[in-house]
């Protein structure tokens, strides 16, 4: 979906409400998956994939079971390179055979050769966000760093009002986290996060990390009926 132009005023800060209503989806006929949409954005594309190690631990695992992101999109974009601060892990996977992979803290150095050297179309921040303390200062550092280089950052992030936080959370008593999240997001609190760092939204999904199974008859028809329960936003941001 896009944000329409009055919900971009209240995103600007030129309007305020205290109960300010704004669609974040509609009925569906299927139920998009993250990697599927994710992929989709990147092919053809010029891509900069910022996180893109994974945990040492799983990473084979993902690899052979066609999960592990980073070797999906070096099938489907027209170049691919990967950054990560984890030294370790992007050292395994050069061993694999893997290159074009740079270690870097990305907003906490000079901008990197890799990336400003040559023209991008996508930066790619994939649940990353949400470990940020502060996400507008670092989208804000990206941004000053790299808006002469990439056209636009894709960031996708658990979404605020997933099914499985009132199911497992909420109906408990309980909080579900991940214990090193800082922040749940929705469409537009994300959005506005990234306008208050001088991005610009131009399009958001919500999707299923992991798309119900033929079997679960019942999520399936939740997820497309009432699609703003899916547990994933992908929001694509111009840097200019």
Not at 23 to 28: D, I, L, R, S, Y
Request: glycine content about 6%; proline content about 4%.
């Amino acid at each position: 979906m896009r944000f329409s132009e009055d919900a971009l005023a209240y995103l600007r800060g030129e309007k305020f409400s205290n109960g300010f209503t704004i669609a974040t989806a509609v009925p569906e006929a299927s139920v998009p998956g993250r990697l599927e949409t994710v992929l989709g954005l990147c092919t053809g594309k010029r891509v900069v994939h910022l996180g893109c190690a994974d945990h040492l631990d799983i990473i084979d695992q993902k690899i052979a079971n066609k999960t592990w992101l980073h070797a999906r999109l070096l099938e489907v974009a027209a170049a691919c390179i990967g950054v990560d601060n984890n030294e370790e892990a992007l050292s395994h996977l050069r061993a694999k055979g893997y290159r074009d992979l740079h270690t870097a803290d990305i907003t906490r150095q000079d901008a990197l050769p890799a990336i400003i050297d040559s023209h991008w179309d996508i930066m790619l921040l994939g649940e990353i966000i949400e470990h940020i303390g502060n996400p507008v200062m670092f989208l804000e550092e990206l941004r000053k760093r790299y808006a002469g280089s990439v056209d636009r950052i894709v960031l996708t992030t658990p979404h605020a009002f997933r099914f499985k936080n009132f199911t497992r959370s909420a109906r408990r008593h309980v909080e579900l986290v991940n214990s090193d999240h800082r922040f749940w997001f929705t469409p537009y609190t994300l959005a506005k996060v990234a306008m208050d760092a001088g991005l610009q939204p131009e399009e958001f999904w919500l999707v299923e990390n992991m798309a119900p199974t033929q079997r679960a008859y019942f999520k399936r028809w939740l997820l497309k009926q009432y699609p703003a329960y899916r547990d994933t936003i992908v929001m694509v941001c111009r840097l200019g």
